[in-house]
């Protein structure tokens, strides 16, 4: 669809437009590479970490970190179809269910969790710069932190500079990014197995972390306590790729096939991730022979390399984290951003925009501390997300039965309007998704000001992403049953 179709008022630009046949140029290799690359990733790594630091063995980490992203594939397959099949991106999809006003409310939901993304990620690589030249520089730089930011001068800098590094591909568009993740994706399996090489020389083995037992077993400091772990645990795993999983036709437009994107998605997501994670676990258990203590940190264990080593793999770690966050944190908000007001905001507007809360959003302060990383921002937008994929995938599923009038989901006064562009039952449905959810949160986030919320609330927290999706897909099918056979089934406008 190059040209406008008739009849489509505020809600359709050349960025939102279904895919054409020349532009669906991905094979089912693009989306392996492109999982790849968003897997090969600092935070990805992390998270074993904060499993052992749960109290888990290697064993369980990895097993966890495997089981959730072959949990998180379901919905990313589900959800992914309609992007093919119908060349549309997230935000056009989301109006099937929410309205043609009302699929403002998910977009912008999920933007503005991967703004939060975008910033985590460029922080990372501004850490990496930082690193860098502190080595090269022989010592710390950057001097006292600055009053009201938390971090110096040098800090802030090095953030802004690789934060300047990653415009290029905004204005360069899809394109330069799909490159940019299939030439890059072979090199990061090569670099994992030269880290293993170079850990086990250095260390003589691999070290007695993978073979030490989890603190849950009878006589261990958490003897007893492994699901009470494990369920929020596996419920933050869940939500690191929750958002992806909503946005995932931004990329699956650009199938060839429906074979591509699933063939593609199933060899790229789960195994890589658990390989990763069992990586991880590998390389620390040698770090704690090599420097006396776990360094989980690959960039606090790169600047511990000597000579050349140092360069190569700070280097490699910086295009590692450029990759990961355009594909995972940029294109997705910005078709959201651009679905707002398509007729004033473009694709790369939408990115600019990203990329400019990702500051704002000071994102060194949502990594302070694990439980913050974990309980509050990892299972905090899960709880808000699981909610808007349960409506998704009954709306495309149940509802429509993968049937949708395209030209009418550009068109204000069409089938998808509802009353005045809102859909009441997915509104509903995500609203009561959401709900048990926000008194564990409250607590999470705030527990000095919400102290006595029940264990009920909590356990229930705990499950977010579950809870939410679950209940919002039973409301959202118990509301729409018998109401929109004729709808759906309505005459396109001519």
Same mark, same amino acid.
């Given at each position: 669809?190059?040209? *406008?179709?008739?009849?489509?008022?505020?809600?359709?630009?050349?960025?939102?437009?279904?895919?054409?046949?020349?532009?669906?140029?991905?094979?089912?290799?693009?989306?392996?590479?492109?999982?790849?690359?968003?897997v090969?990733?600092?935070?990805?790594?992390?998270?074993?970490?904060?499993?052992?630091?749960?109290?888990?063995?290697?064993?369980?980490a990895?097993?966890?970190?495997f089981?959730?992203?072959?949990?998180?594939?379901?919905?990313?397959l589900?959800?992914?179809?309609?992007?093919? %099949?119908?060349?549309?991106?997230?935000?056009?999809?989301?109006?099937?269910?929410?309205?043609?006003?009302?699929?403002?409310?998910p977009?912008?939901?999920?933007?503005i969790?991967?703004?939060?993304?975008?910033?985590?990620?460029?922080w990372?690589?501004?850490?990496?710069?930082?690193?860098?030249?502190g080595?090269?520089?022989?010592?710390?730089?950057?001097?006292?932190?600055?009053?009201?930011?938390g971090?110096?001068?040098?800090?802030?800098?090095?953030?802004?500079?690789?934060?300047?590094?990653?415009?290029y591909?905004?204005?360069?568009?899809?394109d330069?990014?799909?490159?940019?993740?299939?030439?890059?994706?072979?090199?990061k399996?090569?670099?994992?197995?030269?880290?293993?090489?170079?850990?086990?020389?250095?260390?003589?083995?691999?070290?007695?972390?993978?073979?030490?037992?989890?603190?849950?077993?009878?006589?261990?400091?958490?003897?007893?306590?492994?699901?009470?772990?494990?369920?929020?645990?596996l419920?933050a795993?869940?939500?690191f790729?929750a958002?992806?999983?909503?946005?995932?036709?931004?990329?699956?437009?650009?199938?060839?096939?429906?074979?591509?994107q699933?063939?593609?998605?199933?060899?790229?997501?789960?195994?890589?991730?658990?390989?990763?994670?069992?990586?991880?676990?590998?390389?620390?258990?040698?770090?704690?022979?090599?420097?006396?203590?776990?360094?989980?940190?690959?960039v606090?264990?790169?600047?511990?390399?000597t000579?050349?080593?140092?360069l190569?793999?700070?280097?490699?770690?910086?295009?590692?984290?450029?990759?990961?966050?355009?594909?995972?944190n940029?294109?997705?908000?910005?078709?959201?951003?651009?679905?707002?007001?398509?007729?004033r905001?473009?694709?790369k507007?939408?990115?600019?925009?990203?990329?400019?809360?990702?500051?704002?959003m000071?994102?060194?302060?949502?990594?302070?501390?694990?439980?913050?990383?974990?309980?509050?921002?990892?299972?905090?937008?899960?709880?808000?997300?699981?909610?808007?994929?349960?409506?998704?995938?009954?709306?495309?599923?149940?509802?429509?039965?993968? *049937?949708?009038?395209?030209?009418?989901?550009?068109?204000?006064?069409g089938?998808?309007?509802?009353?005045?562009?809102?859909?009441?039952?997915?509104?509903?449905?995500f609203?009561?998704?959401?709900?048990?959810?926000?008194?564990?949160?409250?607590?999470?986030?705030?527990?000095?000001?919400?102290?006595?919320?029940?264990?009920?609330?909590?356990?229930?927290?705990?499950?977010?992403?579950?809870?939410?999706?679950?209940?919002?897909?039973?409301?959202?099918?118990?509301?729409? %049953?018998? %109401?929109?056979?004729?709808?759906v089934?309505?005459?396109?406008?001519?």
């Amino acid at each position: 669809m190059s040209t *406008e179709p008739s009849g489509s008022t505020q809600l359709w630009n050349e960025d939102l437009a279904p895919t054409t046949a020349a532009q669906r140029t991905w094979r089912w290799y693009h989306f392996s590479a492109l999982w790849v690359g968003m897997v090969m990733c600092i935070p990805a790594y992390t998270l074993s970490a904060s499993l052992i630091e749960g109290g888990m063995s290697g064993y369980q980490a990895v097993l966890t970190v495997f089981l959730a992203n072959a949990i998180v594939l379901l919905p990313m397959l589900l959800i992914g179809h309609a992007g093919t %099949k119908y060349g549309i991106p997230y935000a056009v999809l989301a109006r099937a269910s929410f309205g043609t006003s009302g699929a403002r409310l998910p977009a912008l939901m999920r933007a503005i969790v991967a703004c939060g993304w975008y910033g985590i990620q460029t922080w990372f690589g501004g850490s990496m710069i930082y690193t860098l030249l502190g080595v090269m520089a022989g010592g710390d730089i950057g001097g006292d932190k600055i009053a009201g930011l938390g971090i110096n001068g040098g800090q802030l800098l090095c953030f802004l500079a690789f934060w300047a590094i990653q415009f290029y591909y905004i204005v360069h568009g899809m394109d330069a990014i799909r490159k940019l993740e299939t030439y890059t994706a072979p090199l990061k399996i090569v670099i994992c197995f030269v880290l293993l090489a170079w850990v086990h020389n250095k260390a003589g083995g691999f070290g007695d972390l993978l073979s030490a037992p989890s603190q849950f077993v009878e006589g261990g400091r958490k003897a007893g306590q492994f699901w009470s772990v494990f369920w929020p645990s596996l419920t933050a795993m869940v939500g690191f790729w929750a958002t992806l999983a909503l946005n995932i036709p931004d990329f699956t437009r650009f199938a060839r096939t429906q074979r591509d994107q699933v063939i593609g998605q199933t060899v790229g997501l789960p195994v890589p991730m658990g390989l990763l994670a069992a990586l991880a676990v590998i390389v620390t258990s040698a770090t704690v022979v090599l420097y006396g203590k776990a360094i989980w940190d690959p960039v606090d264990l790169s600047s511990r390399m000597t000579g050349v080593a140092v360069l190569v793999a700070l280097l490699i770690l910086l295009i590692d984290t450029v990759s990961v966050n355009l594909a995972a944190n940029l294109v997705g908000p910005a078709y959201d951003f651009s679905a707002l007001a398509p007729k004033r905001i473009s694709y790369k507007t939408g990115g600019y925009i990203t990329a400019g809360i990702a500051i704002l959003m000071m994102p060194w302060k949502i990594l302070e501390s694990t439980q913050g990383y974990i309980f509050t921002w990892l299972i905090g937008y899960s709880a808000l997300l699981g909610p808007i994929a349960g409506v998704l995938i009954v709306d495309y599923y149940f509802v429509r039965k993968t *049937e949708l009038n395209v030209s009418e989901l550009y068109r204000e006064d069409g089938q998808y309007s509802y009353g005045k562009g809102w859909n009441i039952a997915a509104l509903v449905a995500f609203v009561i998704g959401v709900l048990p959810n926000i008194p564990g949160f409250m607590n999470a986030a705030f527990p000095a000001s919400f102290p006595h919320v029940s264990e009920t609330f909590k356990t229930i927290y705990t499950y977010a992403w579950f809870v939410g999706i679950a209940i919002s897909a039973v409301v959202y099918g118990v509301m729409m %049953k018998g %109401k929109t056979v004729s709808a759906v089934r309505a005459p396109a406008h001519p």
